[in-house]
C-alpha cells in the first residue's frame, strides 16, 4: 500500500477501512480471511479511475463484497474439512461496539453462526441489507444479480435468519452477570451453581481446529454442560486454569489462562440471566485478535 497520504486512492480507502473490515469480517467469520481481502480490494481499488466513481464507499463496498464472495466459496471447502465445531475468530472490541446495540448483535457470536448456516450469496445479501442498511440496487451491482433477484434472496435470507436467530437481544450487563455466575460456580466447582446459571437446553460449542482438545459436536443439555465444565475446574491435567473479563465481538466474555498463557475465549448468549450458547474457541490460529482491539463500525 502506498505510504503517500496525499494520494486520494489512499486516504478514500483508508477512510472506509474499518466498514470494510467489518462488511468482510461478517460475510467470513475470520479475522485472517477478512484482512486478505482488503488487500484484494486495495489492489483492485488502486487500478480504479477516480474521477469516474460518483460514491468512492459505494464502489469499495462493493469491491470487498465480491471479494469475500470469492473468499466465502473457499472458506466452505475449508470448513466441511474441519476438525470439529467451526466458531467465529473472536475479536476484542472497543468499548464502542457494546455501546452500538445493532452493531453489537450483527457481530455476536450467536447471530455470526446463523449467519454460517446461509448460502454465500444469501449472507452477503443479508448482511449489506440487513446489517449496512445498503440499498437493493447497489447489493445487485455487488452480487452480480439483479435488483430483483436480490429483493427475494434478502426476503429469503430474513425468514431464515428470523427462524433462527437469538429470541431476545441481553443487555450486557445481564449478559455479564450470567459470567460471572458461570465464572463462580466455574472456579469454585460448584456443580450445582453451573446448573443453575445454565438454561436447561444450553448447547455448548468448542472449537480445537483439531490442535486443542475440544468437543467434537455440540454438547446440549444443562446437565452435560454441567458436567463437562466442572470437571476442568481450577487445573487441567498440571496446569492450573484462570478465567478472566474480556469483551469480544461486542460482548462480555472470558479469558481463559492456563498456566498464564493464553489458552481460549469463552463466550455465551444469556435469555432470561441464564445460559443458552456457550462458545469456547481454544483454535490458537483464532486467537491473535484477542489482546488488542480491532475496529468495527457500520458507518
Known amino acids: 500500500m502506498s505510504d503517500h497520504a496525499a494520494d486520494p486512492a489512499t486516504e478514500a480507502f483508508v477512510a472506509h477501512r474499518n466498514l470494510l473490515f467489518t462488511v468482510a469480517y461478517e460475510m467470513l467469520g475470520s479475522a485472517s480471511d477478512a484482512?486478505?481481502?482488503?488487500q484484494e480490494t486495495w489492489l483492485r481499488w488502486f487500478k480504479?479511475?477516480?474521477?469516474?466513481?460518483?460514491?468512492?464507499?459505494?464502489?469499495?463496498v462493493r469491491i470487498t463484497t465480491r471479494q469475500a464472495l470469492n473468499r466465502l466459496r473457499t472458506l466452505k471447502r475449508r470448513k466441511e474439512a474441519y476438525v470439529g465445531s467451526w466458531l467465529p475468530e473472536p475479536l476484542l472490541t472497543a468499548p464502542a461496539v457494546s455501546d452500538d446495540v445493532e452493531?453489537?448483535?450483527?457481530?455476536?457470536?450467536?447471530?455470526?453462526?446463523?449467519?454460517?448456516?446461509?448460502?454465500?450469496?444469501?449472507r452477503a445479501v443479508f448482511v449489506l441489507r440487513e446489517v449496512f442498511d445498503i440499498g437493493y440496487d447497489e447489493i445487485a451491482a455487488a452480487v452480480d444479480k439483479s435488483p430483483a433477484a436480490v429483493r427475494q434472496i434478502a426476503h429469503r435470507a430474513?425468514?431464515?435468519?428470523?427462524?433462527?436467530?437469538?429470541?431476545?437481544?441481553v443487555s450486557p450487563s445481564q449478559t455479564r452477570m450470567a459470567l460471572e455466575s458461570f465464572q463462580r460456580a466455574f472456579e469454585t466447582g460448584d456443580l450445582q451453581g453451573?446448573?443453575?446459571?445454565?438454561?436447561?437446553?444450553?448447547?455448548?460449542?468448542?472449537d480445537g481446529g483439531g490442535v486443542k482438545h475440544a468437543a467434537v459436536r455440540p454438547v446440549i443439555?444443562?446437565?452435560?454442560?454441567?458436567?463437562?465444565?466442572a470437571g476442568m475446574t481450577g487445573r487441567a491435567g498440571n496446569a492450573v486454569v484462570t478465567l478472566g473479563p474480556t469483551v469480544v465481538n461486542g460482548s462480555p466474555a472470558l479469558?481463559?489462562?492456563?498456566?498464564?498463557?493464553?489458552?481460549?475465549?469463552?463466550?455465551?448468549?444469556?435469555?432470561d440471566a441464564r445460559i443458552t450458547g456457550l462458545y469456547y474457541v481454544r483454535n490458537p490460529e483464532k486467537l491473535s485478535r484477542v489482546e488488542s482491539e480491532t475496529p468495527l463500525t457500520l458507518r
Open 48 to 60: 480504479v479511475e477516480l474521477e469516474q466513481v460518483l460514491d468512492q464507499r459505494a464502489y469499495l
Open 158 to 169: 430474513r425468514r431464515h435468519v428470523e427462524a433462527r436467530r437469538p429470541r431476545q437481544a
Open 221 to 229: 443439555g444443562a446437565d452435560k454442560v454441567a458436567h463437562l465444565f
Open 103 to 122: 452493531l453489537a448483535e450483527s457481530v455476536s457470536m450467536a447471530m455470526m453462526l446463523v449467519l454460517e448456516t446461509l448460502s454465500p450469496t444469501e
Open 255 to 271: 479469558l481463559v489462562h492456563l498456566d498464564g498463557e493464553i489458552d481460549g475465549v469463552i463466550a455465551i448468549h444469556a435469555e
Open 35 to 38: 484482512e486478505d481481502v482488503l
Open 194 to 206: 453451573l446448573l443453575d446459571v445454565l438454561a436447561p437446553e444450553v448447547v455448548y460449542m468448542g
